[in-house]
Antibody
Framework: EVQLLESGGGLVQPGGSLRLSCAAS????????MSWVRQAPGKGLEWVSA????????YYADSVKGRFTISRDNSKNTLYLQMNSLRAEDTAVYYC????????????????WGQGTLVTVSS | EIVMTQSPATLSVSPGERATLSCRAS??????LAWYQQKPGQAPRLLIY???TRATGIPARFSGSGSGTEFTLTISSLQSEDFAVYYC?????????FGQGTKLEIK
């Protein structure tokens, strides 16, 4: 059974940093691209960042480019999102999501999602 | 950035009836279009990808159509568990973008 378990969310002041983790199990982690998708309270979905199965390719939304860094440790089956220079508008539930296709390449069709971790940026 | 526009924002339909949800892209995304369902307090669920391919385990009452800039999600006979918010997402051009969602509510 595929499981994705996010952690690391919490309350942080504007300008602060936070690192999210997503522990994956039930599939060959290194064979699939992974993404982070966020959802502000009461709002829609926003794709944030994606990484290929090998970790060699990464993409970012313009809203987080230069502030967030996606990475993965395939030996630990874990996905990360390092978030720096946080702003109030980054407040959201952050989901990690698994790509559908067994390619390792990034497609961003998500067949499994975690339950999300809440990040609140406020003073 | 490709803007995905969903209509209507809210759709009121009676159980057993058909629901038709629309998604328009600001430029062509070919058939690289997915649909997701989200219920309150839950993560999204993949319904359709490639504009018309149902994901594993998705009932046949869900169907997708379209290509280029105009797409449709049809639910042929609404069940109680289908009332939720639906999002389209293009994965043809970076950044990959979602629509703002259509809330399907009970009439």
């Amino acid at each position: 059974e595929v499981q994705l378990l996010e952690s690391g969310g919490g309350l942080v002041q504007p300008g602060g940093s936070l690192r999210l983790s997503c522990a994956a199990s039930g599939f060959t982690f290194s064979s699939y691209a992974m993404s982070w998708v966020r959802q502000a309270p009461g709002k829609g979905l926003e794709w944030v960042s994606a990484i290929s199965g090998s970790g060699g390719s990464t993409y970012y939304a313009d809203s987080v480019k230069g502030r967030f860094t996606i990475s993965r440790d395939n030996s630990k089956n874990t996905l990360y999102l390092q978030m720096n220079s946080l702003r109030a508008e980054d407040t959201a539930v952050y989901y990690c999501a698994k790509d559908l296709f067994l390619l390792g390449l990034i497609v961003t069709v998500f067949d499994y999602w975690g339950q999300g971790t809440l990040v609140t940026v406020s003073s | 950035e490709i803007v995905m526009t969903q209509s209507p924002a809210t759709l009121s339909v009676s159980p057993g009836e058909r629901a038709t949800l629309s998604c328009r892209a600001s430029q062509s995304v070919s058939s690289n279009l997915a649909w997701y369902q989200q219920k309150p307090g839950q993560a999204p669920r993949l319904l359709i990808y490639g504009a018309s391919t149902r994901a594993t385990g998705i009932p046949a009452r869900f169907s997708g159509s379209g290509s280029g800039t105009e797409f449709t999600l049809t639910i042929s006979s609404l069940q109680s568990e289908d009332f939720a918010v639906y999002y389209c997402q293009q994965y043809n051009n970076w950044p990959h973008t979602f629509g703002q969602g259509t809330k399907l509510e009970i009439k």
